[in-house]
Nanobody, 124 residues
Framework: QVQLVESGGGLVQTGGSLRLSCAASGRTFSNYHMGWFRQAPGKEREFVAAISRGGGVTYYADSVKGRFTIYRDNAKNTIYLQMNSMKPEDAAVYYC?????????????????WGQGTQVTVSS
């Protein structure tokens, strides 16, 4: 088991920045591929970004490419999502997730463990 706790959400103006964090505890963090997903009201949960166990491979949804950056610090058992140039459509609850087995990075069903989510609101 691995426990995930997100933080860093809040209110930001259009064009502003936020950094989300996801702290992991439990099993060896470096064994897990990690992902960020988000869910806006009335919409399905969608893939945002993902990072491999060692941090050397990253993936992004087209909607955030060039604006968001995912990275991890395995020594701190934490992943981050740096969000820049934010838009109203980025508003959602953001979740981090962990996967240790076969990794389909963009699929929420591929991930075994989830955090409770952190709310991001973007004012226009």
């Amino acid at each position: 088991q691995v426990q995930l706790v997100e933080s860093g959400g809040g209110l930001v103006q259009t064009g502003g920045s936020l950094r989300l964090s996801c702290a992991a505890s439990g099993r060896t963090f470096s064994n897990y591929h990690m992902g960020w997903f988000r869910q806006a009201p009335g919409k399905e949960r969608e893939f945002v970004a993902a990072i491999s166990r060692g941090g050397g491979v990253t993936y992004y949804a087209d909607s955030v490419k060039g604006r968001f950056t995912i990275y991890r610090d395995n020594a701190k058992n934490t992943i981050y999502l740096q969000m820049n140039s934010m838009k109203p459509e980025d508003a959602a609850v953001y979740y981090c997730a962990a996967e240790a087995r076969v990794w389909t990075y963009y699929s929420s069903s591929s991930y075994d463990y989830w955090g409770q989510g952190t709310q991001v609101t973007v004012s226009s």
